[in-house]
Nanobody, 126 residues
Framework: QVQLIESGGGLVQTGDSLRLSCVVSGYMFDRYGVAWYRQAPGKEREFVAAVAWSGDRTEYADSVKGRFTISRVNAKNTVLLQMNSLKAEDTGVYFC???????????????????WGQGTQVTVSS
């Protein structure tokens, strides 16, 4: 059984930074591609960033390129999302998702994600 637990969300102001963490429990963490998605109130869940199981490829939504960085620390079964220069439109619930042996590009499609966390709220006030 694979479980994902997100943390690090909070209330910040425009221009601030936050770092989200996703701890993945289960067997063979280093074989899972991991992605971050977010969902704003009244909107559909959207792709934010992904890192391949191998760690050598990443993908980002255009809206976060240059501001967000995804990385993985296999020794800690953790994927991080560093978010800088936050904007009000970054507000939402951020979900961590994982899929076995998934390339980063595949994880841009929500249907590819097999396991989901419960989410962590990020609120950016302007």
């Amino acid at each position: 059984q694979v479980q994902l637990i997100e943390s690090g969300g909070g209330l910040v102001q425009t221009g601030d930074s936050l770092r989200l963490s996703c701890v993945v429990s289960g067997y063979m963490f280093d074989r899972y591609g991991v992605a971050w998605y977010r969902q704003a109130p009244g909107k559909e869940r959207e792709f934010v960033a992904a890192v391949a199981w191998s760690g050598d490829r990443t993908e980002y939504a255009d809206s976060v390129k240059g501001r967000f960085t995804i990385s993985r620390v296999n020794a800690k079964n953790t994927v991080l999302l560093q978010m800088n220069s936050l904007k009000a439109e970054d507000t939402g619930v951020y979900f961590c998702g994982a899929s076995l042996s998934a390339p980063a590009q595949d994880l841009t499609l929500m249907d590819t994600v097999v396991y989901w966390g419960q989410g962590t709220q990020v609120t950016v006030s302007s």
